[in-house]
C-alpha cells in the first residue's frame, strides 16, 4: 500500500437535451472522480454531486474527497473507517466505488464474486421522458420509441398539462410499461384526482408525487398503484419513518453512499417488506457500473443518466431495445 497514489477530478459533461422536471431544468452535470492507483492496478469510483438535490455542492465534495487523501496514502485499509471520514452522498459513494474497484483488480476477481452477489446480468431498464417543452416531448417520446419501459416525469404546476402529457404518451406507445416520476410536484389533493387517470391509463409505479408537507396524507391513502420513495428516502435511517407511508424505495448510491450502503439499505427494506427501486443521479457509465451491481437485486431500475450524455467514460455501458449490458471490467469491478 506504500505506492498507493489517490487523485480526485471534477467534471462538467453537458445533457444531450434539456434536462427539465418538477423541481428544476439543467444543461449540464457535474461528476467527481476518484482514481486509487496502487502499482499496476487502478481504481475507480465517481459521486454525482447534482446539485439541486443535494445541499452539499460539488466544491465540496471535492474538499471532503482531498481531506481523506493523506489518509488514504498513508495506507488505511479499513474501509468503514475510511468511509466514516465522509459524510453520507457523493463523496462517499465515489470513495467506496473506487476502494471496491481496486480491490477487485488486485485479487483478479470481479466485485460481484467479493461482494458474494449473483454475476450480473442484462437490466431492463427505464427511459426517462423530461418534464420538457412540446417539441422536446415529442422527440423524447419517438427516440424512446425500441424502450418497453418509459419513466414520465410529472409535476407540471398545471395540472391539466400532466394530464396531456399523460395521454400523449399513453397514445404514442400504448405497448409501453409506463411509471411517472413527479419529483414531489403535486400536492395530496392533485395525487387523489390524478389516480384514476393514473389507473387508467396502466401506470406501474408512481415515485415522489408529493412533498414533505403532504407526506403524511399517504398513510392510509387508498391506492393500486405502489408509490415509491426517492426525494424522502436517503439512508439506511430513513426505513422506519417511510414504511407506512410509501409502498417502497428507490435506492440512489449517492444519497446513500455508495454500494456498500446500498446493499445493506436492500437487504433490510426487504425485510420490511418495501419494494426497491435502484435509480441514478446524472453520472457518466462509470456511475451506473456500480448501480448496476445493486440493481440485480431491483424491481424497478433507473439507470439511464449515462445515456443522457454528450461525452460519457469508456468503455461505455451499452443499452440496446432498453436494455442494460453488464459493465466491461476495464470499466469498474
Sequence with gaps: MDSLRFAVLRQEIAFSLPYTYARGHDLT?????????????????????????FEVSAEETVAELEAVGPLVESGASDRGELLSRLGRGAARNALDAALWDLAAKKADAPVWRLLGIPAPQP????????????????????????????????????ADDDVHRLEKLRAARPDARVVVDVNGGWDLDTLRTMLPLLVKHRVRMIEQPVGDADEPGLRGLRRTIPVV?????ETEDDLERVRGLY???????????????????IGRARQEGLRIMVGCLPGSSLSAAVGFHAAQLAEFVDLDGHLRLVDDIEPRMRAKDGWLQPPARELWG
Design 29 to 53: 452535470c457535474t461528476v467527481v472522480r476518484v482514481e486509487l492507483r496502487d502499482g499496476e492496478h487502478v481504481g475507480r469510483g465517481e459521486g454525482a454531486p447534482f446539485e439541486s438535490f
Design 123 to 158: 437490466l431492463q431498464i427505464m427511459t426517462t421522458i423530461s418534464l420538457a417543452d412540446p417539441a422536446q416531448l415529442d422527440q423524447e417520446i419517438a427516440e424512446s420509441r425500441s424502450a418497453h419501459v418509459l419513466k414520465l416525469k410529472l409535476g407540471s404546476p398545471d
Design 229 to 233: 420513495a426517492d426525494e424522502s428516502f
Design 247 to 265: 409502498d417502497g424505495v428507490n435506492v440512489k448510491l449517492d444519497k446513500c453512499g455508495g454500494l456498500t450502503a446500498a446493499l445493506r439499505i
